[in-house]
């Protein structure tokens, strides 16, 4: 049974960091982009970052130089790491896997087909 679980959100301060992960069982991790996902209150879910299978990476442009998106497939799990975070990265952030095999990393919602339940993040003094 495919399953994404995120973890590693929290309550961290203005400036501080947080590493993400997904682990994904129920699929060889190895042939699958995954995308990291955040929705604000209010707000639409909005992309984040992607890894493809080999390893090409995408970055939405509010967080790109403060995110690092990587993998371990050995481990079946991807990270999101970010760095000097802001009261605006404050959202649930999801991962989702691309079940097509090899395909270049999706930027919008619809190029996701499974999806994990969320973890909170939130950027706060």
């Known amino acids: 049974q495919l399953q994404l679980v995120e973890s590693g959100g929290g309550l961290v301060q203005p400036g501080g960091s947080l590493r993400l992960s997904c682990v994904v069982s129920?699929?060889?991790?190895?042939?699958?982009?995954i995308g990291w996902f955040r929705q604000a209150p209010g707000k639409e879910r909005e992309g984040v970052s992607c890894?493809?299978?080999?390893?090409?990476?995408y970055y939405a442009d509010s967080v790109k130089g403060r995110v690092t998106i990587s993998r371990d497939n050995a481990k079946s799990t991807v990270f999101l790491q970010m760095n000097s975070l802001k009261p605006e990265d404050t959202a649930v952030y999801y991962c989702?896997?691309?079940?097509?095999?090899?395909?270049?990393?999706?930027?919008?919602?619809?190029?996701?087909?499974?999806w994990g339940q969320g973890t909170q993040v939130t950027v706060s003094s």
């Open positions: 890894i493809s299978s080999v390893n090409n990476t």
């Open positions: 989702a896997a691309d079940l097509g095999y090899d395909t270049p990393c999706g930027r919008t919602e619809p190029e996701f087909d499974a």
């Open positions: 129920g699929l060889t991790l190895d042939y699958h982009a």
